[in-house]
C-alpha cells in the first residue's frame, strides 16, 4: 500500500465506499472528507469519480437523488483541511452503517493522521478492542496478569464483529490445511493468532488456546488444561455423540473430523489425553455424554503406551464402554495431520477405521491354574485365618481406620504415637505392635510436628525411627492417578501402614458428597490396600455432635475400624465407635503431658511439645491428670493423717514431677488441689481433707 497519506486516503476511502451502498449522501460524504481533506487539489478528480461512480450505481434511491452531480462539485470543491469533519464524526458515521474497516484500513487511517501533523487517539471502540485484544496477545506470550482483559477474550460475539476473517484463511490453517470450527481468527495481522476455543466436559467455554502462524501456542493467563478439551465438531454433535474420536492436537482433530465426520475432541496434548478420557467416562452418567457407547483414541506415531493409559481411565470409570485405539504411524510424533497433508482424506478415514478394540490385560495366571471365581464355603471354615495385627486391636493389617474428633483432641497426638512405636516394634501402652515401615502424610503442614517427634523421643528414650517416613507433598485421594503413583511408592518403600493427617486436606472434593467419598476409598482400595498396606485416615467429627465423622454416611461405612479422641478438662479418651471384624476394645484414657524438650528457642528458653500419658477412668472422672493424682499420694503418705510441713511435701512432690519447671507445676498442682478441697493450707502446714473415691 502506498505510503503517502494521500495514496492512502484515496484506497481506504475507495474501499470504504463500496461497503455503504445503502448510505445517503450525506453520510458517504461524512466518510469522504475526513479521509480526503489532506490529498490536496490536485486529487480531486479521483475523489468525484468515485463518488460519481457511487451515484450511478444508486440512482435508483432516494439516496441515490441525493447525490446530484452538483452537490458532488461543490462537496468536492469545499474539501479543504480547515472545514474537515473530526476523526470522530468519521467513525461515528461508520458505526450507524454497521461498516467495521478492516485491519490494513484502520491502519492506514492511522497512517494519514500521524503523517498530516495530526495526533492519532484510538476513539473508535474498534480501535479500542483491537488494542486490548493486541495486549492480551502480548500477556499470553509473556506470561503476564491479563485478569483485566480476560472479558474482551472470551467475548466471542465482540470477536466475531469486529474480525470477520474466516479462520481457514489464517496462515497456520492454510499451513495445515485445516477449516476449524469453533475457533477465531481475532486479527487480519500476519501476526495474530488463531483462537481455538477450549471446553470443559460439562461444555462450558472455559479459555482459548491461541496458535500463532508460526505454531506457537500459548493459553490465556491461569488457564488451567487438565480436563479441557477443543471440539473440532459442532458441540450439540458432541452432546448427542454415539461415537466419539480423542486425539491429541488442534490440526489432528480437524483433520480427523473433515475425513472422517465422527465427533472429535483434541485434549491439546497427549499428556491431558488420560485425564480427559477419565473425566469424561466419569460424567457420563449425569447431564453430558450419556448417548457415548464408544470412544477411538487416535494418537500420534510413538505413543501407543499414552493411549493405552487413557484407555484404561476410560474403562475405570465406564466399563461397558466400547474402546479403541490407533496411531497415525510408526514414526514418532507423526500425527493424524501429517497423514492428512501427506496422503490425503481417504488415508486418515482409512486408518482411523483400522483402529483395534482395547482390553484390559489380564493378570497372569498362577502355576495351578486361573483363580476360580468362587469356592466352596467349607474352605473357609477348615481352618482358622490368622489375623495379622500392625497394632494389636486398633489397626489390622490392610484395613482402613479413622481416627477422628474435634479439634485440640489429640487425635493427631495418638496417631503420631502410633506412628513412632509401629516402626520400633514398641507396644503402645500395653498393646503390642508388629515391627514395620510407616509413611506418615502430614497434610496439614510440618509446623510442630518436629517438635512432637522429638518429645516422642524423650517418653520412650529411644530415637525417632529411620523407618517412619514423612511426606513432603500432598496427595490427592480423589485422582486416581496421583493415588497410584502413591501405592507404587508405599509399595517400593515396604511401607505396611499409611497414616493419613487429615483427610480434608488430602482431596479436593466435597466430603459430604457420598460419590466424592466413594472414589476417594475406591482409589485407596484398588492402588494401596489391594498390596497389603493398612491405612488410617485422621479426620474431625460432625458439626452436630462429637461421636461421629463430620461428612457422609459413607466414610463411617467404608471403615472396618473407627476410634474417637475426645478431650475433656481432665484428659484424653480413645474410644472405639465401629470394630467390624474383632471386639471393640475398652477405652483408653490419657492425660496430656508437657515434655520440656532439650532444643532451645530464640530466647534461649527450653521449648516444649506435649505427649500422651495413661491415667484410669476413676482419675478422669475425679478431674485429676495422673501426675496430680501421684502428688496428691505423695502427701498421703507423708500425713499418715497428720499435719505435714508445707516444704516436706514440695521436697517429695519434686522429686516425681518430670518437668524441669517443677516449682510452677507444684504451686499449679496446689492450687488445683485446694480449690477441689482435696488438700488444706493451715499455715505453712497442710493436711488432707477428703479422699477420691
Known sequence: MDSAPQGNALQVTASLLSRTGHADYEQRRQICWSLIANTGPAHKDEVQALL??????????????????????????????????????????????????????????????????????????????????????????????????????????????????DPAEHPYAIKKRIKPLNAIAYSEKPTGALAFSLYDVNFELNSYQMIHPNGDKRHLDGTKTSGLFYPASLIDGLQEAGTLIICAGNATACSIYEATGIPTISALDDGNLAKLAGAIAYNRNGPSWQKLERVILA???????????????????????????????????????????????????????SAEIYLIEEEASSPEGPKPFFISAPVLTKEPKPVNWVLSNIIEAGSL????????????????????????????????????????????????????????????????????????????????AQVENLGKELDSQGIKLVIIDTLHRSFTGNENDSQDMGRVFHNIDRYIRSTGIAVLIVHHSGHQGTERSRGSSAIRAAMDAEFQADRSETGVSLVCRKAKDFE???????????????????????????????????????????????????????????????????????????TKAKRNSFARIKLKLIKMQLIELIGDKCRIVSSLT
Open 52 to 165: 460519481v461512480n457511487w451515484r450511478e450505481a444508486n440512482a435508483h434511491t432516494a439516496s441515490g437523488r441525493k447525490g446530484a452531480a452538483a452537490e458532488i462539485d461543490q462537496f468536492v470543491g469545499s474539501c479543504d483541511t480547515g472545514k474537515a469533519p473530526s476523526m470522530g464524526t468519521f467513525y461515528h458515521t461508520l458505526k450507524e452503517l454497521g461498516v467495521v474497516p478492516t485491519y490494513q484500513e484502520r491502519v492506514a487511517i492511522r497512517s494519514i493522521t500521524l503523517e498530516s501533523g495530526q495526533s492519532y487517539k484510538p476513539v473508535s471502540e474498534w480501535d479500542q478492542i483491537e488494542l486490548n485484544v493486541e495486549r492480551v496477545d502480548a500477556a499470553s506470550r509473556y506470561n503476564l496478569s491479563n485478569t483485566a482483559l480476560r472479558g474482551d477474550m472470551l467475548s466471542r460475539e465482540t470477536w466475531a464483529n469486529l474480525y470477520p476473517l
Open 299 to 353: 494418537g500420534d506415531g510413538g505413543t501407543l503406551a499414552k493411549l493405552q493409559k487413557a484407555a484404561k481411565a476410560l474403562l475405570y470409570w465406564s466399563p461397558d464402554i466400547e474402546v479403541k485405539t490407533v496411531e497415525a504411524g510408526t514414526e514418532s510424533n507423526y500425527d493424524f495431520n501429517d497423514l492428512f497433508v501427506a496422503e490425503g482424506i481417504g488415508a486418515v478415514k482409512a486408518k482411523i477405521a
Open 584 to 658: 471393640p476394645p475398652e477405652p483408653r484414657h490419657f492425660t496430656i503431658v508437657t515434655q520440656e524438650l532439650d532444643w532451645l528457642d530464640e530466647d534461649n528458653f527450653p521449648m516444649h511439645s506435649a505427649i500422651l500419658q495413661p491415667a484410669d477412668a476413676g482419675m478422669m472422672q475425679s478431674g485429676l491428670t495422673k501426675i496430680e493424682v501421684e502428688v496428691l499420694d505423695t502427701l498421703k503418705t507423708l500425713s499418715g493423717g497428720f499435719e505435714v510441713a508445707e516444704k516436706s511435701w514440695r521436697d517429695a512432690a519434686y522429686a516425681i514431677i518430670p
Open 401 to 480: 481406620t479413622l481416627l477422628f474428633g474435634p479439634p485440640g483432641s489429640g487425635k493427631s497426638l495418638i496417631a503420631l504415637d502410633w506412628g513412632f512405636c509401629i516402626p520400633l516394634g514398641l507396644d503402645w501402652h500395653g498393646l503390642k505392635s508388629t515391627q514395620c515401615p510407616v509413611a506418615y502424610f502430614a497434610a496439614e503442614g510440618h509446623s510442630g510436628l518436629s517438635r512432637r517427634l522429638k518429645a516422642l523421643e524423650h517418653k520412650y528414650s529411644l530415637h525417632a525411627p529411620a523407618q517412619l517416613l514423612v511426606s513432603t507433598q500432598p496427595v490427592d485421594l480423589l485422582q486416581p
